[in-house]
C-alpha cells in the first residue's frame, strides 16, 4: 500500500510539473478507485498535500525558462485563499454521491477548457474579463 | 501589457474562480486557472503553468483543509507519504515540459481528465 501511494505521489507529481496543476484532479479519483476511500476524504486528503510548497521545483524548472509573472500569481493566490474557504464550506455538508457527481461534471468540465486551449487563439481581453467574474 | 490594474483585477478572479475548485472539489485549482489563463487573459501556455504554480506555492487551501479536517476529512498518513512523489514528480515534469510539444500533451491529458470524468459521474449514479 505505501510503494502504490508513494508512486502516485509520483504521476501527480509529473502532471503538476507537466502542466502547472496541482495534480489533485488525478489524485482524487486515484484515492477513491485505488485506494477506495470516501469522496470527502479523497478531497481533504488532497487539500492537505498542497498545502507544504511542493511545487517548488516545477516552478524553479519555468522560472529559469523566464516562465512566470510574479505579480499575476501573487493576485492568483490571494483570490485562492477566499475561494477555497468558499468552497470548502460548500463542501463539506454535501452528500457524498452529489459531490461525487459535481467532481465528475467538473473534470469533463475542465478537459474541455483544456481542449479549447490546444487551438492557439487570442480572445479579446475586454470581453473576456466579464466572463471571468461569474 | 500585464501591468495594468484591469490585468490584477482579473487574475485575482481568476484565482477566485480556482479557488471555489480547490475548496469544493479537493484539487489544487490549476486546472481551472490554467486555461483561464490563456483563454481570457491571453497568457502563453508556458506562462500560464508558470504562474500557475506560484499560485500553489503558498498554502491557499488552509482554511479549506481545516474545515475538512474538523469533519474527520483527512487521511493524515496517506497525505504524507504522497508528500514527497509529488515533489520529486513535479521536477521531472517541469524538466519535461520545456523539451514536449505542449498542445499535444494538453490534448492527451485533456482526453484522461475527460474520461476520468465520466467514470466519477457514472460510478456515482451506478451508486457505488
Not at chain 1, 69 to 88: H, K, N, P, Q, S
Not at chain 2, 53 to 81: H, Q
Request: aromatic residues 8%; proline residues 5%; charged residues 10%.
Amino acid at each position: 500500500m505505501p510503494i502504490v501511494v508513494l508512486l502516485l505521489g509520483l504521476v501527480a507529481g509529473l502532471l503538476m510539473g507537466l502542466l502547472g496543476i496541482g495534480g489533485g484532479v488525478v489524485l482524487v479519483p486515484a484515492m477513491v478507485h485505488l485506494l477506495k476511500m470516501d469522496q470527502h476524504l479523497a478531497q481533504g486528503t488532497s487539500l492537505f498535500i498542497l498545502l507544504p510548497p511542493i511545487g517548488l521545483g516545477a516552478l524553479r524548472q519555468y522560472w529559469r525558462a523566464g516562465n512566470v509573472d510574479w505579480r499575476a500569481g501573487v493576485f492568483c493566490a490571494a483570490g485562492m485563499i477566499l475561494g477555497a474557504w468558499l468552497g470548502g464550506k460548500l463542501a463539506v455538508p454535501m452528500s457524498t454521491k452529489l459531490l461525487q457527481i459535481f467532481f465528475g461534471t467538473f473534470l469533463m468540465f475542465s478537459a474541455l477548457l483544456l481542449w479549447m486551449k490546444a487551438q492557439p487563439k487570442a480572445e479579446p481581453a475586454g470581453a473576456a474579463l466579464k466572463e471571468g467574474s461569474v | 501589457m500585464s501591468r495594468q490594474p484591469w490585468m490584477d483585477a482579473g487574475v485575482l478572479l481568476v484565482g477566485v474562480a480556482g479557488g471555489v475548485a480547490s475548496g469544493l472539489f479537493g484539487i489544487g485549482g490549476g486546472t481551472i486557472m490554467v486555461p483561464l489563463m490563456g483563454l481570457l487573459l491571453g497568457f502563453s501556455q508556458h506562462r500560464a503553468q508558470g504562474t500557475s504554480l506560484v499560485a500553489l506555492i503558498p498554502p491557499t487551501g488552509i482554511l479549506a483543509v481545516l474545515a475538512y479536517g474538523k469533519a474527520g476529512y483527512v487521511d493524515w498518513r496517506v497525505g504524507l507519504l504522497l508528500i514527497p512523489g509529488v515533489f520529486l514528480g513535479g521536477i521531472a515534469g517541469g524538466n519535461l515540459a520545456k523539451r514536449i510539444p505542449a498542445a499535444m500533451m494538453r490534448r492527451i491529458f485533456a482526453a484522461l481528465l475527460f474520461a476520468l470524468g465520466a467514470w466519477q459521474v457514472a460510478s456515482a449514479v451506478r451508486g457505488s
